[in-house]
Structure formats: structure tokens, C-alpha cells
């Protein structure tokens, strides 16, 4: 069955350096994610993409993040200069459509701010 | 806001016992969405119940919407100890899933 994958699944960085989490989504999906998961707190959105563009994006996804499609296969979140508070697990998600279908998500990557 | 809270925020039962989880929203909604997450873990798709739809089953797990009272709930039956996790709802918006708090299941042996 497809899978939506993630890497790295563990990342360690010294605050203010700059980190890029990589995500493969399902091949014919057309609708990308990142939501991120604070330990111990809910998951939030930050950002959906489609056609090359940001598509809505929450109060968290300020300028210190982007988002790209380098390539017809990988979906990139960076975080250009990573605070404390920017640690946490971050899911890649995927879907076909939206509005009414489900988002599949990937493993998530763990981001270790220090 | 259209957020998902979800009751009780823990629950601790024998295995074999049914357990239920319920969400409660604030908003209209295309469709809901139920995900599983083990501890530190990806979160796994359950269920989608779309708006029209009032009960969903899968396995061991039955999914019901009460739009009039913006409610759902999601029965797993006969539980086991694999299904100790914690157990999401998602609201659907146009490009996002709005999550709930999660109720965190554990399921003794």
C-alpha cells in the first residue's frame, strides 16, 4: 500500500541553524501538508500546497518557514533559523483532493531545537 | 473555531472490553475524521464519516456523526492491548484538519 515517507526521522540542531524536512508523498496525490505535534500537545496545521502554491497556512508558519516542491516527488518544509520552541514532530500528509478526502500521513520527523 | 475535543481524555479499561470516545465540534463540517497514534508514533487513519453519513464500521471499530448535535463517537469493541494508544478526531476544513486534544487510551492485559 502507498505510504507517505519521511526523513530524516530524528534531527538535533543548535538554535538558529537551519533545518529541512523532507517528505515523499503518495505518487498521485496532489494536495500536500505539514502539521506539526508539540510533546504532549495536539497536532496543528502549519501549511497546505497545490499547483507549486501555498494553498492556506496558519499563524504558526511565519517567515521563518517555506515550503517547495523541488522535484515532481519531494515536499520540503525548512525552518530558516530554528528557535527553542520549534521543537517538535513534524507529519507530511497527502491527499488526492481536499475538501472531502483523507489526508495520509507520513511517520513524522523529530526535531530536537537545543 | 472548529476545533475537535475529545472525552474523556483518558481511559483505562480490561481487555475485552469495549471502549468509547466521543468528539464534540463547534462548526459545520464536510467531513470527520478519526486517527490512531502510538506513543511518539505516526498518526494511522481510522475512519472518515462524511457529513451525510450517520454510523461507519471497520473492523472492530464503529464510527457514529450526530450533526444536529455536532457530535461523534468512535466504539472499539472487544479491545486488545495493541489498541493502547491515544485516539484522535479531525474536523475537516477546505485544506486542513483541525485535531482534537485525543483521548488516551490504555487497554490492560
Known amino acids: 500500500e502507498p505510504e507517505v515517507t519521511q526523513t530524516p526521522s530524528h534531527q538535533v540542531t543548535q538554535m538558529g541553524q537551519e533545518v529541512i524536512l523532507r517528505c515523499v508523498p503518495i505518487?498521485?496525490?496532489?494536495?500536500f501538508y505539514w502539521y506539526r505535534q508539540i510533546l504532549g500537545q495536539k497536532v496543528e496545521f502549519l501549511v497546505s500546497?497545490?499547483?507549486?502554491?501555498?494553498?492556506?497556512k496558519s499563524e504558526i508558519f511565519d517567515d521563518q518557514f517555506s515550503v517547495e516542491r523541488p522535484d515532481g516527488s519531494n515536499f520540503t518544509l525548512k525552518i530558516r533559523s530554528t528557535k527553542l520552541e520549534d521543537s517538535a514532530m513534524y507529519f507530511c500528509a497527502s491527499s488526492e483532493a481536499t475538501g472531502r478526502e483523507t489526508q495520509y500521513f507520513g511517520p513524522g520527523t523529530r526535531l530536537l531545537v537545543l | 473555531s472548529q476545533q475537535g475535543e475529545e472525552d474523556p481524555q483518558a481511559l483505562s479499561i480490561q481487555e475485552g472490553e469495549n471502549a468509547t470516545m466521543n468528539c464534540s465540534y463547534k462548526?459545520?463540517?464536510?467531513?470527520l475524521q478519526w486517527y490512531r497514534q502510538n506513543s511518539g508514533r505516526g498518526l494511522v487513519h481510522l475512519i472518515l464519516i462524511r457529513s451525510n453519513e450517520r454510523e461507519k464500521h471497520s473492523g472492530r471499530l464503529r464510527v457514529t456523526l450526530d450533526t444536529s448535535k455536532k457530535s461523534s463517537s468512535l466504539l472499539i469493541t472487544a479491545s486488545r492491548a495493541a489498541d493502547t494508544a491515544s485516539y484522535f478526531c479531525a474536523i475537516q476544513g477546505t485544506y486542513k484538519y483541525i485535531f482534537g486534544t485525543g483521548t488516551r487510551l490504555k487497554v490492560l492485559a
Open positions: 500546497f497545490y499547483n507549486n502554491e501555498i494553498s492556506e
Open positions: 462548526t459545520s463540517i464536510n467531513n
Open positions: 505518487s498521485n496525490h496532489l494536495y
